[in-house]
């Protein structure tokens, strides 16, 4: 899928819900991608906080580094998703 690079701050992030993804952008030019679908049991991430993102339904956490678990009870982290730049958007697979 593709999604547009607008809107992805450096050191910040965007979600697409359609896409149940989130990419973030922790250093200048350089993406990642993760599974939006949080590990503990399944409800969207859906708030940026900062250097995480935030699972609304029992308030895990998870690092925009690294998909890490930042706090649970997730215990997992989120599923990484490669992703390339490709002009002004990006190529997530
Ligand atoms: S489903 Fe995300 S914290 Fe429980």
Known sequence: MRVARAGIDI?????????????TQPSDGVYKAFSAVCTHQGCAVTDVDGDVVKCPCHGSKFRLTDGSVAKGPAQRPLPERAVMVDGNTLIVS
């Open 11 to 23: 050191g910040g992030a965007a979600v697409f819900p359609e896409h149940r993804i989130l990419v």
